[in-house]
């Protein structure tokens, strides 16, 4: 399958080609989080997340563009080497991320 539209721009991804990708390699997680400024103490953290090693970043930012939202950092949790396309915007995960799935 191609990943590229061929009716668009070289840069512009096939949807039925990120709902394989995101099946295989992203993920919907709710992080859960001690924060003393919350009232109950802990902070709930709803989150559409994909995760690639650093010489697929080119895609990250080809699947941000898709989605026009979210951020692209390293991996807190591991070395620069592993980067994650993160939304974590309720409205944007509500009106955009979800929608498409």
């Avoid at 919907?28 to 003393?36: A, E, L, Q, S």
């Avoid at 563009?65 to 995960?93: A, M, Q, S, T």
Wanted: glycine fraction near 4%; include cysteine; proline fraction near 3%.
């Amino acid at each position: 399958m191609n990943i590229i539209n061929n009716n668009k721009s070289k840069n512009k991804l096939n949807k039925n080609w990120i709902l394989g990708f995101v099946d295989a390699e992203g993920c919907f997680f709710i992080g859960i989080n001690k924060n003393k400024t919350m009232k109950l103490g802990e902070q709930v953290l709803p989150e559409f997340k994909i995760v690639q090693h650093n010489r697929d970043i080119q895609l990250l930012y080809k699947i941000k563009d898709f989605f026009k939202c979210g951020i692209i950092k390293p991996n807190k949790n591991k070395n620069d080497v592993i980067y994650e396309y993160r939304v974590r915007n309720i409205n944007h995960l509500n009106n955009i991320i979800i929608p498409f799935f």
